[in-house]
């Protein structure tokens, strides 16, 4: 079973695993994502808020809650949440972990959030696999690219009832 919860720093030590050189292009590693964070705090930016990935009561991965001011380069909807640093342990993969976290996303912002309405994300255009999982768990590619750091970028985006 697939839960979410806030990261809390007790944990850092399992989520220090490592991408491919293929998944690292896609994605901020969990420490990255947590020193990026602990910068944009100390400008007082604290919307951004990372949560860990559990399998089985196991920590298997990391993705960052946006609420920041970045969404609004992929949506003009201040009720919205960019999803961001996404990543599953390699030890985890094959396993369901990624589509299952997305299926459970909605409920985990709805319940930390009842006026965010929104989920906006970007998945590098090579990135297929990513792509599909998003299009399952009823994510739309509305046509929009931006440029990421890996190269160009497919914005899509979930509406939360």
Same mark, same amino acid.
């Given at each position: 079973? #697939?839960?979410?919860?806030?990261?809390?720093?007790?944990?850092?030590?399992?989520?220090?695993?490592?991408?491919?050189?293929?998944?690292?292009?896609?994605?901020?590693?969990?420490?990255?994502?947590?020193?990026?964070?602990?910068?944009?705090?100390?400008?007082?930016?604290?919307?951004?808020?990372?949560? *860990?990935?559990?399998?089985?009561?196991?920590?298997?991965?990391?993705?960052?809650?946006?609420?920041?001011?970045?969404?609004?380069?992929? *949506?003009?909807?201040?009720?919205?949440?960019?999803?961001?640093?996404?990543?599953?342990?390699?030890?985890?993969?094959?396993?369901?972990?990624?589509?299952?976290?997305?299926?459970?996303?909605?409920?985990?912002?709805?319940?930390?959030?009842?006026?965010?309405?929104?989920?906006?994300?970007?998945?590098?255009?090579?990135?297929?696999?990513?792509?599909?999982?998003?299009?399952? *768990?009823?994510? #739309?590619?509305?046509?929009?690219?931006?440029?990421?750091?890996?190269?160009?970028?497919?914005?899509?985006?979930?509406?939360?009832?």
């Amino acid at each position: 079973m #697939v839960e979410l919860k806030f990261f809390e720093p007790k944990n850092l030590s399992e989520l220090d695993y490592e991408l491919d050189e293929i998944q690292s292009q896609f994605s901020a590693l969990p420490k990255q994502a947590l020193e990026r964070i602990e910068a944009r705090n100390q400008n007082e930016d604290f919307f951004a808020y990372p949560v *860990t990935i559990f399998y089985d009561e196991k920590i298997a991965g990391f993705c960052v809650l946006d609420f920041g001011d970045d969404k609004f380069e992929m *949506t003009d909807n201040p009720d919205s949440v960019l999803l961001r640093a996404l990543s599953v342990n390699p030890e985890f993969q094959g396993k369901g972990i990624g589509q299952s976290m997305m299926a459970i996303l909605d409920d985990f912002i709805k319940e930390h959030d009842r006026d965010c309405n929104e989920i906006v994300l970007s998945v590098n255009e090579t990135n297929n696999l990513a792509f599909q999982i998003y299009l399952k *768990t009823g994510y #739309v590619f509305n046509g929009k690219r931006i440029n990421g750091r890996s190269g160009p970028q497919l914005v899509m985006s979930k509406v939360l009832d």
